[in-house]
């Protein structure tokens, strides 16, 4: 069973930095898009950025392009998101999800979220 577990969240003040973790486990992920969503309290969940994991190839949303990073570590079997010049509007819970990159319109595998709180 596929299992992916956040890690990495924590209360940082405003203009600092922060890596998120996501270990994922139980699948082949060579082919998938990985993908990392936050919620805000009160909000929608919403996209924050993505890597297809065999090309490496990313997206981002405008709210966080050119402050967050996702990254890879084949090997490991982790996906990492480095937040850097994080702001409040930024806290949320940030989830870690998967698809398949060709064949699956959803993300089928959501991990439980791991909470981000940016202080002013």
């Known amino acids: 069973q596929v299992q992916l577990v956040e890690s990495g969240g924590g209360l940082v003040q405003a203009g600092g930095s922060l890596r998120l973790n996501c270990a994922a486990s139980g699948g082949s992920f060579s082919r998938y898009r990985m993908g990392w969503f936050r919620q805000a309290p009160g909000k929608e969940r919403e996209f924050a950025a993505s890597?297809?994991?065999?090309?490496?190839?990313?997206n981002y949303a405008d709210s966080v392009k050119g402050r967050f990073t996702i990254s890879k570590d084949n090997a490991k079997n982790t996906v990492y998101l480095q937040m850097n010049s994080l702001k409040p509007e930024d806290t949320a819970v940030y989830y870690c999800?998967?698809?398949?990159?060709?064949?699956?319109?959803?993300?089928?595998?959501w991990g439980q979220g791991t909470q981000v709180t940016v202080s002013s």
């Open positions: 890597i297809i994991w065999n090309s490496g190839s990313t």
């Open positions: 999800a998967a698809k398949q990159a060709v064949y699956s319109a959803n993300y089928d595998y």
